[in-house]
């Protein structure tokens, strides 16, 4: 466990325990969706290769455009 892990559990150990168990069940749903994006890209692997391959052929062709972050 790495030092600051371990004081943030310190400092969560001196919490009441009402808010060590929210504090408890917000990392453990972190701690889920973080597997859950692991497992995402790991099973889109192929799919990400495609369109990597796919994309300098697609802007060499004109068929991209430019990012306008003011859009999103």
Do not use: C, H, N, W
């Amino acid at each position: 466990m790495t030092k600051l892990l371990q004081e943030a559990f310190t400092k969560a150990a001196a919490l009441p325990p009402e808010e060590q168990d929210v504090l408890a069940s917000r990392l453990l749903a972190e701690l889920s969706k973080e597997g859950e994006f692991d497992r995402a890209i790991a099973a889109s692997g192929d799919k990400l290769a495609r369109l990597a391959r796919e994309a300098p052929a697609e802007y060499r062709a004109g068929d991209t455009e430019e990012l306008d972050p003011d859009r999103l």
